[in-house]
Each structure stands twice: as structure tokens, then as C-alpha cells.
């Protein structure tokens, strides 16, 4: 047999959001500004929950690590992102491209995960109310964040080393403005068909199983808020999930209608436009979610700002 003629990529080069040079700076800036106020709104919410005695419950502690998950799962794509827009040459090294694609499969099957736990405590709260803080105890908490992570750490791991186990030769251009698993996959000049499988069942697990509990838990709590007889009773109770309903619908709508495309049109710019919906944009929008309509994260904002002009002004 002749020898093959392949040379191991060493390095990946990303097309981006746009290839049009005039869009360039306009994009830097409005992703920058997208990333700014992604890191101030999510560690907004962590220092609150994390400082405020109101808002040491199992809801808030569930919303402070949904914002870590965020703030963790924008870091991961933004600041290269935003460095492609000035370059010329969107460069990025094999390993980075790796440890790009295990970051960002860690935090959003985390996310996923984070989403059904937070759903099973909404569920808790409204059917169970009397025995909430005796259910979802610190030391369960703790237990169910750490197996969010966990899981999200070992299908990031089993996942992405499935995708770099295949060989990459001569073609290394992305059609994505980040480590993807489909744009990879199309560049490699070997057998995908073990990563392939091991990509659609950990995606068709993780969507499946968690909105699986989403849906479980909401159908309950919708049939115990409908039992309540008075108007303004199931109004508080409704107030109490309706944060966390939108940031699921938004989330997995975006999801299932990237995954769930024809594997034709995988790599359409509709592919793109709704990556930089759940990768960037969702973790901008769901702190302005959860602190729009909670009384007790504005009121605990609205105190925290007012400890911090007094403490300027006392200096």
C-alpha cells in the first residue's frame, strides 16, 4: 500500500460569526458589551445570594450556582471570540480547540442539568411547602449541585475525547465561531462514526432526561396551583415558578431547534445565529429573568446598592 499522504492538523482556524471585514468592530462591540454585562449581571447574582440572609434558600442557592454555570459557559467562548474579531487570522491551537469544546460541553450539560434540578425544587416548594426546607436540606443541595457537576464534568470528558479521537488531516477551517462538535467532526478525514453515536446519545440523554423532570414537575405544580381556591393564592404561587418557566423555555426552545435541524443544514448561519443565542446571549438574559420578576432579588439589590453608596460616602 502507498503511504498516506495526510498532515496532522496542528491548529484550527475559526470563520466566525461573519467573514465580512466591515462587520468586524461593529461585532467586537456588540459582543463585548453582551459579555460585560453577562459577567456583571451573574456575579451580581452570586455576591447577592451568597452575601443576603433572605435569600439563603435552596431556590436562591440553586440560582447562584445557575449563574456560575452562565458566567463559566460564556468565559469559555467569548474572550477568544472577541480576540477573532481584531485578528486576521483566527487562529486556535488543537488543545485549546479541545479544551474549548470540553469547557463548553462541562457548563451546558451542567446548565441542563442545573435546569431540572431547579424544577424539581419549584415543584418541591408549591406541592410540598411544609416540607421544603426538610426535603431540599443543605447537605441535598450541596449533594445535587455536586452531581450536576460531576455529570457535566464526566459527559464533557467521555464526549470531547470521542471527537479528538478521530483524525484531523489538511482541511482545518471551522464553520463556527467556536469548537463545535458537528464542524469538528466535518473536518476529519477518518471514521466519525464512534464519536457521532457517542455525541447523539449523550445529547438525546441529557435533553430527554432532563426535560423529562421539567415537564413531570411543572404538570404537577400546575394541577396543585389550579387546586388553590383563592385567585391571589395561585397568583403568589405562580409568581414563585414563572422565572424559572421562561429561562427553560428559552433555553430548550434554542436547544431543540439547533439539534433537531436536518444534519443538511447543520452548518447554516441559522446554526450560528442560535449557538450565540444559547452560548452568549440566554447567560445575559436570565439573570434579567430571575431579578425582573423576584421581589426578593430587587429588594435585596436595591439594599445591597444602598449599604455601598453609604459606605462611599462615610469614606
Known amino acids: 500500500m502507498a503511504p498516506e499522504n495526510f498532515t496532522s492538523v496542528t491548529e484550527f482556524i475559526l470563520t466566525g460569526v461573519s467573514d465580512r471585514p466591515e462587520l468586524q468592530i461593529p461585532l467586537f462591540f456588540v459582543f463585548l458589551v453582551i459579555y460585560g454585562l453577562t459577567v456583571a449581571e451573574n456575579l451580581g447574582i452570586i455576591t447577592l445570594a451568597s452575601v443576603t440572609s433572605r435569600l439563603q434558600t435552596p431556590m436562591y442557592f440553586f440560582l447562584r450556582h445557575l449563574a456560575v454555570v452562565n458566567l463559566g459557559n460564556s468565559t469559555v467562548i467569548a474572550p477568544k471570540m472577541l480576540i477573532n474579531f481584531l485578528v486576521t487570522k483566527k487562529a486556535i491551537s488543537y488543545y485549546e480547540c479541545a479544551t474549548q469544546l470540553g ?5 451546558i450539560v451542567a446548565e441542563v442539568s442545573l435546569l431540572a434540578v431547579m424544577a424539581y425544587d419549584r415543584y418541591v416548594a408549591i406541592c410540598n411547602p411544609l416540607l421544603y426546607t426538610v426535603v431540599l436540606s443543605r447537605q441535598v443541595c450541596l449533594l445535587l449541585v455536586s452531581l450536576t457537576y460531576l455529570y457535566g464534568f464526566s459527559t464533557a470528558i467521555v464526549t470531547s475525547s470521542s471527537v479528538f479521537s478521530v483524525s484531523y488531516c489538511s482541511s482545518n477551517v471551522i464553520n463556527h465561531f467556536y ?9 476529519s478525514c477518518s471514521d466519525i462514526s464512534l464519536p457521532e453515536t457517542v455525541t447523539f446519545i449523550s445529547a438525546a440523554t441529557n435533553l430527554i432526561g432532563s426535560m423529562t423532570i421539567v415537564l413531570v414537575s411543572y404538570f404537577n405544580i400546575v394541577l396543585s396551583i389550579l ?24 433555553f430548550y426552545g434554542t436547544l431543540l431547534f439547533t439539534y433537531l435541524q436536518p444534519q443538511s443544514s447543520r452548518l447554516l448561519d441559522t446554526d450560528k445565529m442560535a449557538s450565540v443565542f444559547y452560548t452568549l446571549v440566554i447567560p445575559m438574559l436570565n439573570p434579567v429573568i430571575y431579578s425582573l420578576r423576584n421581589k426578593d ?3 435585596a439589590l436595591k439594599r445591597f446598592l444602598t449599604n455601598v453608596c453609604c459606605s462611599f460616602k462615610s469614606m
Do not use: N, Q, W, Y
Open 227 to 250: 387546586r388553590i381556591r383563592s385567585s391571589e393564592g395561585r397568583k403568589k404561587a405562580f409568581s414563585t415558578c414563572a422565572s424559572h418557566m421562561m429561562a427553560v423555555i428559552v
Open 103 to 107: 469547557g463548553f460541553l462541562f457548563f
Open 179 to 187: 469548537c463545535d462538535i458537528a464542524p469538528l467532526l466535518a473536518l
Open 297 to 299: 432579588v430587587k429588594t
